[in-house]
């Protein structure tokens, strides 16, 4: 069974509101999932958006080393590399080159471009990732390869 992934903030396919978005406050969207296996370790989740006009899918969001025990993330995770909350939870880069370069970054499609699909991603790990904070979304795919024991999807739209 894949774990499923929800936000009372929008839903499946629905549009992302604007307060979690660049045009907005650019906080995190709450986050809930449930199916996540006994066996897991610990979680992942990676926020893209494969609209974006670059090589590619634009990274909005990589956090890791989410306990198991965690089955939701409250709106507005601060943007630091290791969090208290969810205790160990470390995060990594996302595609912007300047400015808050760790944590979530909310969507900010080129005006004109259409609607862009943003997917939160949620992984269950059969082991603990030997990462540091900061990390790409690039290599933590390396690391987690061959180590998912369930996913899950949420996806959302936005357009300016």
């Not at 929800?6 to 839903?11: E, H, N, P």
Request: net charge neutral; proline share 12%; aromatic share 8%.
């Amino acid at each position: 069974m894949p774990i499923e992934v929800t936000s009372t903030a929008f839903a499946q396919g629905q549009p992302i509101p604007k307060r979690y978005t660049g045009e907005g406050a650019d906080v995190s969207p709450p986050l809930s999932w449930s199916g996540v296996p006994n066996e897991a370790k610990e979680l992942v989740v990676i926020c893209v958006d494969p609209d974006a006009p670059s090589a590619e899918p634009w990274v909005h969001w990589v956090m890791y080393k989410i306990p198991v025990d965690v089955t939701d993330l409250p709106e507005g995770i601060p943007p630091k590399a290791r969090l208290k909350k969810p205790a160990g939870a470390l995060q990594g880069k996302n595609s912007w080159r300047s400015g808050r370069m760790i944590g979530y970054r909310g969507p900010l499609p080129p005006p004109g471009s259409g609607p862009h699909r943003y997917y939160f991603w949620v992984y269950a790990l059969e082991a603990k990732l030997p990462v540091q904070s900061g990390v790409a979304k690039s290599v933590l795919l390396q690391e987690i390869q061959g180590h998912v024991l369930a996913e899950g999807e949420l996806m959302g739209t936005y357009e300016r």
